[in-house]
C-alpha cells in the first residue's frame, strides 16, 4: 500500500526555480518553520537528525557533496519537515508533493537510534503504564492507582501523570519511543571556525596517522596567528566522533588496505575441483641461517606447488633466491611425480612471470610482451594461468601452509640458535649463534613437509578432519590427471632464449659460450628460440623457429689452449668433414660441367638483312684503273710449314 500523498499549491513568485536539494546555509536562509535559521545551527540539527545517512525507499543517499567551488553537503528536499516543505513550496511558487510521514515508524527509526540506557527507561516506564492499567480494570481508581504505583515505583505521582499523558491515544505496542526520554544537552556544543575545522581534519586525516593532540595544538596556534577562537581538545575530540564517519576515519588514517579488511572477505568453495585440477604456487623465504655449500650464511627460500583441492603440498625446491631456474626445477617435480594440472594461480614475482615460465601469456604483469617471445612452461603445457592479485594472501591458500611451516619447521628444535625471528622486533636472545649445513637444513623441511601433508584432523572443507594425503589420494584415483610426453617435456622444461645465429660463422652465442652443428650452416643470420638447461650449459642446446617449428641442435665449441694439438687436429677434422658433407650435397645436386652447359646453349641468330626499297644509284668521279687479277700465294715448303703449324699453337704466358 502506497503511503498517502497531499498536495498543496500556492501562487508565490519562485526564487531559486524548482529544485530538490539545497545546502544547509540555503536551508538557514530560507528561514522555514521547524528549521534553525543559522548555518552552523542548521549543520547540528543534521547531523543529530542523522541526515548524512538517510537514503529513500530506491537505496540512494538523501545527502551528496555539493558540485561546484567550495565543496560542502547538499540535503534532499525530503528530508525536510511537512511544514517546512509546505513553505519552500510556496517560497519556489511551484506544486510541491508531500509524503504524509509514518509517525510511528518515524518514532521507531529516532528509537532504534537511541542508546541502551534510554530504551531501558523506556521498557521500565512502560511497565509502570501497565500496571497502572491493570489496577484500574481491578476496580481501583485512577488516582489511587497513581498513588500506588508511585509508591512503588518510587516516582512522584505527577511523574507518573505525565507518563499516562505521553501514551494518551498511542497504540499499546507502539509506546515505547512515545515514553523514551528525549533529554538534550545541558549546553551549546563548542564552535570552530570552518577553516580551523577543515584545517584540523586535513591534518588529523593522514596516513601518517599524527596524534589528536598534535594536530590541536597546530591548529590552535593557526587559530591563536589569526585570533580566531579555539574550543578545547576535548571538545573536538567529541565533534570528530560525532560528525566524522569512522569508515572515513579508518580509510584516510589506515589506508584502503585496512578498508578492505574491514567488510567481510569473499569465501570461496573448492568441493567442485578434482585433485591436480589446479594448482598454485609461490615462495616463502624461511627465517633460519643456513650454511650453503660455499661457506655463505643465508635465509633459504622455498618455491612450493599445492595443490588447491586438497590443500596437499606435492612439490617443492629450495634455492638461495626465487629464481625462474628454481620455479622451473619445481614444475619439473611436479609433472614427474603427480602429472600435468589443468590450471594455476601464481603472484606476479619475477620468478613466476619470467618468459621461461609464463611467455606467451598475454595476462603477464611484468615484462612486455612481444610477439616472438619464447612459449613458456606453462603455456607450452596448455595450463591455464591465473594472477592472483599482489600482496593479497588470501587470494592463494599456500599461505596458511607457509603459516603452519613457520612454526613446526623454522621453530624445530633442530634450527634453535638458527631461527632470526619474522620481523627485526621478533629477534631471539640466541639471534645469530649457529647456522644449519644446508644438507640438514633440507633434510629436515622434507620431513617437515611430509608431516604436515600427514597431519589428521584438518578442519577444511574437504578433509572434514581427515590429512591432506588422505583428501588428495581418494580425488586422485578417480580424478582424470594429463601426463606429458618425453618429447614435450624436453621442450618445455628447457630454458628459452631468443638469439640471432651468427650471418657469417653460423655459429650461436649464448652466455659466453659458443654452439655450431653442421646443420647450423643454413640458418646463418636467422632468429632463433634456443632451449637449453640452464643447469647444465655443456650440453647441447635446441633451435626452433619463431614458429616453435623444431629446426636442429647444436653442440658446445670449447676453447682451446694456444699449443694444444690434439684440438688442432679435431677442429682441422671438423672443417675437413664440414667440406666433405658439402662437396657430396654438391655432387648429389648432379650437376653438368661449364663445357656441357656451353655446348647447350642456342648458335648466334644469323642477321636479317633489309631489303632496301629505293636505290641510289652512285657513280665513281676520277680514274678507274683495270683491276688486276689475284695472284695466288705460293706454298711454303714442306718443313717450313711444320714450323708455323708449331708456332701457331704457342700462348703468352705472364
Request: glycine share 8%; charged share 30%; with cysteine.
Amino acid at each position: 500500500m502506497q503511503p498517502a500523498r497531499t498536495q498543496q499549491e500556492t501562487a508565490a513568485p519562485a526564487i531559486d526555480g524548482p529544485r530538490e536539494w539545497f545546502t544547509a546555509a540555503e536551508l538557514a536562509q530560507l528561514q522555514l518553520p521547524g528549521l534553525p535559521h543559522d548555518k552552523r545551527a542548521m549543520n547540528r540539527h543534521a547531523r543529530d537528525n542523522r541526515w548524512l545517512i538517510q537514503h529513500d525507499k530506491a537505496g540512494n543517499p538523501l545527502c551528496r557533496p555539493r558540485a561546484g567551488r567550495g565543496g560542502g553537503l547538499e540535503f534532499h528536499v525530503s528530508l525536510l519537515p511537512g511544514p517546512a516543505r509546505i513553505e519552500l513550496g510556496r517560497k519556489m511558487g511551484e506544486t510541491v508533493l508531500i509524503e504524509a510521514e509514518d509517525k510511528a515508524a518515524s518514532s521507531w527509526r529516532w528509537f532504534d537510534l537511541q542508546s541502551g540506557a534510554v530504551k531501558a527507561e523506556a521498557e521500565f516506564r512502560a511497565r509502570v503504564v501497565g500496571q497502572f492499567e491493570t489496577l484500574v480494570q481491578s476496580g481501583l481508581s485512577r488516582t489511587l492507582a497513581v498513588t500506588v504505583l508511585a509508591h512503588e515505583s518510587g516516582k512522584t505521582a505527577q511523574t507518573i501523570w505525565n507518563w499516562l499523558k505521553l501514551v494518551d491515544g498511542v497504540a499499546p505496542h507502539n509506546r515505547l519511543p512515545a515514553l523514551a526520554p528525549q533529554r538534550k544537552g545541558g549546553g551549546r556544543e563548542a564552535e570552530i571556525d570552518d577553516e580551523l575545522w577543515r584545517i584540523f581534519l586535513s591534518d588529523y586525516l593522514r596516513l601518517e596517522a599524527p596524534t589528536m593532540t598534535s594536530c590541536y595544538d597546530r591548529t590552535a596556534a593557526i587559530a591563536k596567528d589569526r585570533g580566531l577562537p579555539m574550543p578545547s581538545e576535548r571538545a573536538l575530540r567529541r565533534k570528530v566522533e560525532r560528525e566524522v564517519d569512522p569508515r572515513v576515519l579508518l580509510f584516510r588514517r589506515e589506508g584502503s588496505e585496512a578498508l578492505r579488511r574491514s567488510i567481510p572477505a569473499q569465501r570461496r568453495t573448492v568441493a567442485h575441483l578434482h585433485a591436480m585440477e589446479v594448482v598454485n604456487i609461490d615462495g616463502h623465504k624461511f627465517d633460519v641461517f643456513v650454511k650453503t655449500g660455499d661457506g655463505r650464511v643465508i635465509r633459504p627460500i622455498m618455491v612450493t606447488i599445492q595443490d588447491i583441492h586438497s590443500r596437499k603440498v606435492l612439490a617443492w625446491r629450495i634455492g638461495g633466491e626465487e629464481s625462474a631456474v628454481q620455479t622451473r626445477l619445481c614444475f619439473a617435480d611436479l609433472f614427474q611425480t603427480w602429472g600435468v594440472p589443468k590450471e594455476c594461480v601464481l603472484d606476479n614475482g619475477r620468478a613466476f612471470a619470467s618468459k621461461w615460465i609464463t611467455g606467451g601469456a598475454n595476462t603477464r604483469f611484468r615484462f612486455k610482451v612481444r610477439e616472438e617471445d619464447p612459449t613458456g612452461l606453462l603455456v607450452g603445457l596448455g595450463i591455464q594461468i591465473h594472477w592472483a592479485t599482489p600482496y593479497r594472501g588470501q587470494s592463494k591458500p599456500i599461505e596458511r601452509a607457509f603459516r603452519d611451516m613457520c612454526d613446526r619447521i623454522a621453530k624445530h628444535p633442530a634450527f634453535a640458535g638458527a631461527y632470526v625471528g619474522n620481523t627485526p622486533m621478533a629477534k631471539p636472545e640466541n639471534y645469530g649463534s649457529r647456522a644449519v649445513e644446508w644438507a640438514d637444513f633440507v633434510a629436515q623441511v622434507d620431513k617437515g613437509i611430509a608431516d604436515h601433508n600427514a597431519k589428521m584432523g584438518r578442519r577444511t572443507e574437504t578433509a572434514r578432519g581427515r590429512s591432506f594425503d588422505d583428501v588428495f589420494a581418494e580425488s586422485y584415483a578417480t580424478a582424470p590427471i594429463g601426463k606429458a610426453t618425453p618429447e614435450l617435456m624436453r621442450k618445455a622444461l628447457l630454458a628459452g632464449e631468443q638469439r640471432r645465429i651468427d650471418a657469417r660463422t653460423g655459429e650461436l652465442r649464448l652466455f659466453g659460450n659458443r654452439y655450431w652443428s653442421f646443420e647450423c650452416g643454413r640458418l646463418h643470420g636467422q632468429r632463433v628460440t634456443v632451449r637449453f638447461d640452464p643447469d647444465n650449459l655443456l650440453r647441447d642446446v635446441h633451435l626452433y623457429d619463431q614458429d616453435d617449428h623444431y629446426l636442429c641442435s647444436a653442440q658446445l665449441l670449447g676453447d682451446a689452449l694456444f699449443l694444444d694439438a690434439a684440438e688442432a687436429k679435431a677442429t682441422a677434422k671438423r672443417v675437413a668433414e664440414y667440406r666433405k658433407k658439402i662437396r657430396e650435397a654438391a655432387d648429389a645436386e648432379d650437376l653438368l660441367l661449364a663445357a656441357q652447359v656451353a655446348a647447350l646453349q642456342a648458335g648466334a641468330p644469323e642477321p636479317v638483312k633489309p631489303e632496301a626499297q629505293v636505290v641510289r644509284p652512285v657513280r665513281f668521279r676520277g680514274s678507274v684503273a683495270a683491276v688486276r687479277a689475284e695472284q695466288a700465294i705460293p706454298e711454303p715448303p714442306a718443313h717450313e710449314a711444320k714450323v708455323f703449324k708449331a708456332l701457331g699453337h704457342l700462348r703468352v704466358v705472364e
